[in-house]
């Protein structure tokens, strides 16, 4: 049997990036997936990994959104720590240890100065606080201490006198970052810091020094783009750095308290590609936070600084020149040029808004210790103090070039959210447990608590031939609402990803479900989907040990489309009168799956024979990805388990792939990651990529599909494939290096 299938192929192959050259002891693999904010958290101070993984978000806005909406925010960012040690009873000379600066990128530079320690078991830890009952990827993680759905731990130090230029300031940091995948808490991720004054570790006598007002701070290589638009990964696309706009959000919050965000954009949007904003926030210090830089009656601030990259000097505004000495870094941690009258008076138009460049950020926070001295506090070795920051993503909040307060009211609503999650009980943000906010009465003033919506349901789906089953269960209608202490569960929303051209949006609602009675609602109850036995007795099923209630079937839904059939199911409540707070909806990040619905497995090849889709195939179809990896042609009606073999017309196997299709679920084609999918068990992708990692080239191709399964024909089915037009593939890039520390400057 013939088919024909025609190619039209172009385009570089992606290359290889290298990671930091750090010890393997360093972990730079853990990022941020419950919410949409995709962060990457390592075990030496930095965050973020430089867009070297194409499938790990470094920073990422909306990590699970369109490919509109999927904005990278920044590539490294990293602590600052400075302070002034107490040497023979007078502050000495400032000291500054920092995870990362600019152009720092090899173990052992200056700049690059926070390590691990030796032990093999120094790596981020994760922990949880979606229950082990459930069927996320996080839930074999749950622990009673978790604070968020997505808790990473870790320990670092900046001890090691051996790297170049650097007098270790003599500190420990335990760092947790708290992710939520809550719809008003999924656009922030909070990182909270345990700084402790260590020095005794690296004073040759033993004792240690006090440090004097110690000041902490979150450094950024912000650069906001959509790699959808133009890619980092793909050379000659056009990408830059040098388009992005900083400035500083200096509004206040219902509470009083200045919001200080210090925040990006692109400058012009990218054609709409990348409207979206990134944002660094101090939420807590020690102490009493000022209203104002000139609130004495505060203890710390938060101080902003923007500089270009690489760049000591800026000729534009001197003021926003780069820091290259601890005294310099130092004065950059613990002041700010926007608190400075005459910088104000002479920069009153805000120049820098006019000025796109690659501009890095440094948000910062303090003074800080446990022991108030003169006008400032000293940390006493062995003492620790607790510092707390937000990194934020928001989309603008209209499409307007001017970037003004109307656009940037997601930007702010997100920060006052995650405000909102740190100080817990502490409605008025005074740090005090005042009368009213002991919400468990517990007499301490606990953070991180919220009002939550019930959880989103335990969700397993079957593909199969256009038709796709979704079965969820009922945990989340016994759910407790920590702030409310009322059950308040109303109902389901079943949504799926769109596929109307034209809609940008991220999902379509297909179907609600509430609880009849609950006077909120459209009371409709729950008998559509139900599950029933034959006697007409509610009843359940079991898939994979797990107990599911409810079922949906959405019917008509194309095969093979990878990334277009996305399905979620969310809970939500009825809100609570008494506090005027709405109803709250889980988010449809927590349960998201994506399926490919196809053929089931069959070794009938007499009736339902092996064949080869889309047929012919036609380069940027509206099923084709946009890179040379991302094409696809799917094998259909395949054995549950089966050898496919293709072939050149001489003989010559270009590709073979192993199909087990009980198990399979990608990994083998970077359009399908692995874990991620489901998909129907008799159908498999191929990616026109040969078993020597290259391009096919055009002509005629024949595959074989070998039944290793127990029934069956032993060989189903050979088919021809007619490759036509010449095909022009431009030189193959080598495997190089296209870290932030080798790109070209700009002229002028």
């Known amino acids: ?242 388009d992005n706009i900083n400035s500083f959000e200096r509004s206040y919050n219902s509470n009083g308290y200045p919001r200080n965000i210090g925040y990006q954009y692109d400058y012009d949007g990218d054609d709409g590609w990348s409207r979206a904003y990134f944002g660094i926030m101090a939420l807590h210090g020690p102490g009493k936070r000022s209203t104002s830089h000139a609130d004495t009656q505060g203890d710390w601030y938060t101080y902003y600084n923007p500089w270009r990259w690489n760049s000591p000097e800026n000729l534009d505004i001197p003021e926003f020149n780069m820091p290259i000495s601890d005294e310099e870094r130092y004065g950059k941690l613990s002041s700010s040029p926007f608190y400075d009258q005459e910088f104000i008076q002479n920069n009153d138009g805000q120049p820098w808004l006019d000025l796109p460049n690659s501009w890095m950020m440094l948000v910062s926070a303090g003074p800080f210790g446990t022991l108030p001295e003169g006008d400032g506090f000293v940390l006493p070795v062995g003492e620790s103090i607790n510092v707390v920051f937000a990194v934020i993503g928001a989309p603008w909040s209209h499409q307007g070039s001017s970037n003004n307060f109307d656009r940037r009211q997601d930007l702010i609503k997100n920060a006052d959210w995650a405000q909102k999650a740190f100080n817990g009980e502490d409605v008025n943000g005074n740090s005090i447990l005042d009368a009213g906010e002991d919400l468990n009465e517990n007499g301490v003033l606990d953070r991180y608590i919220v009002p939550e919506p019930p959880p989103s349901p335990s969700l397993a789906v079957v593909a199969e031939d256009q038709q796709v089953t979704l079965y969820w269960d009922s945990a989340p209608e016994l759910a407790l609402d920590p702030v409310s202490r009322k059950y308040d569960f109303a109902g389901y929303r079943i949504y799926g990803s769109t596929k109307t051209s034209g809609n940008t949006s991220q999902y379509s609602l297909l179907a609600e479900f509430d609880l009849i009675g609950d006077e909120f609602g459209y009371d409709s109850g729950f008998d559509l989907v139900q599950i029933y036995n034959d006697t007409g007795m509610k009843d359940s099923i079991e898939i994979k040990g797990h107990t599911y209630h409810y079922k949906w079937v959405n019917q008509g839904v194309q095969n093979g489309w990878p990334n277009n059939t996305v399905y979620a199911i969310t809970a939500f409540d009825s809100g609570d009168e008494d506090t005027g707070l709405a109803s709250l909806e889980s988010s449809r990040n927590e349960n998201r799956i994506s399926v490919i619905p196809g053929t089931p497995a069959t070794s009938d090849a007499e009736n339902h024979p092996v064949s080869v889709y889309p047929n012919p195939y036609r380069v940027r179809a509206s099923w084709d990805g946009g890179g040379q990896r991302e094409r696809l042609v799917w094998f259909r009606n395949l054995p549950a388990s089966s050898k496919i073999r293709i072939y050149t017309l001489s003989g010559d196997l270009v590709e073979e792939i192993d199909h087990e299709g009980l198990q399979y679920n990608g990994g083998d084609v970077r359009r399908l990651p692995l874990g991620n999918t489901v998909l129907s068990g008799g159908e498999h992708p191929w990616d026109l990529i040969s078993k020597f990692d290259e391009p096919i080239s055009t002509g005629m191709y024949v595959y074989t599909v070998e039944n290793l399964s127990t029934t069956g024909a032993p060989h189903v089915r050979q088919v021809f494939a007619h490759l036509r037009n010449q095909l022009h593939l431009p030189e193959r890039p080598t495997r190089r290096d296209l870290r932030r520390g080798c790109r070209q400057p700009v002229p002028g």
Not at 71 to 82: A, C, D, N, Q
Not at 154 to 179: Q, R
């Open 1 to 242: 049997v013939f088919a024909a299938l025609i190619f039209i192929l172009s385009g570089y192959l992606y290359p290889v990036f290298a990671q930091l050259n750090k010890a393997a002891i360093d972990d730079y693999d853990n990022a941020t997936i419950v919410g949409e904010m995709g962060l990457t958290v390592t075990n030496f101070g930095i965050i973020g990994e430089g867009w070297n993984n194409p499938n790990q978000a470094s920073c990422r806005y909306k990590q699970y959104g369109t490919e509109r909406e999927m904005v990278e925010l920044m590539s490294y960012g990293g602590l600052w720590i400075g302070g002034l040690p107490i040497i023979n009873g007078e502050p000495g000379l400032p000291r500054v240890s920092t995870a990362i600066v600019d152009g720092a990128f090899d173990y052992g530079e200056e700049g690059f100065e926070f390590t691990t320690s030796s032990a093999s078991g120094d790596t981020i830890q994760t922990r949880s606080s979606i229950s082990s009952a459930g069927t996320s990827p996080l839930a074999s993680y749950f622990s009673l201490e978790a604070v968020s759905h997505q808790d990473l731990l870790a320990d670092f130090k900046d001890t090691d006198s051996e790297i170049i230029n650097h007098v270790p300031l003599g500190i420990e940091v335990h760092l947790e970052s708290y992710a939520w995948s809550h719809s008003f808490m999924e656009s922030f991720v909070i990182l909270d810091y345990t700084i402790t004054n260590r020095s005794d570790l690296v004073d040759s006598s033993g004792s240690g020094w006090d440090i004097k007002d110690l000041y902490a701070g979150i450094w950024a290589d912000a650069s906001v783009n959509n790699m959808n638009y133009k890619s980092r990964w793909e050379p000659g696309s056009g990408f830059s750095w040098y």
